[in-house]
Nanobody, 119 residues
Framework: QVQLVESGGGLVQPGGSLRLSCAAS????????MGWYRQAPGKQRELVAL???????RYADSVQGRFTISRHNAQNTVYLQMDNLKPEDTAVYYC?????????????WGQGTQVTVSS
């Protein structure tokens, strides 16, 4: 089992910034992709940003240019720098990792961290 532990959520005013962190526990498995998803009340969980082991990134259109995803492969850690936050960014943010066990890939999820953007 790979466990993901998130930190960095909180309350921020519109236009402010937050940085989320997610650390994966050590295991014999390989972590392939890492990413962040979010779920607002009454809405489906959606992809926010994704980063591959090679460093390629993908962003939701709604956060492009405002959020930056990065990772430290040796430490199995992924970060999400969120700038110019808007009230519509309010959601529970979940860390995700695609974990490869031999020939099988499985998803691992963090417990979620609340981000609230409000004045």
């Amino acid at each position: 089992q790979v466990q993901l532990v998130e930190s960095g959520g909180g309350l921020v005013q519109p236009g402010g910034s937050l940085r989320l962190s997610c650390a994966a526990s050590r295991s014999k498995a390989s972590i392939i992709d890492m990413g962040w998803y979010r779920q607002a009340p009454g809405k489906q969980r959606e992809l926010v940003a994704l980063i591959t082991g090679g460093g390629s990134t993908r962003y939701a259109d709604s956060v492009q240019g405002r959020f930056t995803i990065s990772r430290h492969n040796a430490q199995n850690t992924v970060y999400l720098q969120m700038d110019n936050l808007k009230p519509e960014d309010t959601a529970v943010y979940y860390c995700n990792a695609v974990v490869r066990w031999g020939k099988i890939d499985r998803d691992a999820w963090g417990q979620g961290t609340q981000v609230t953007v409000s004045s």
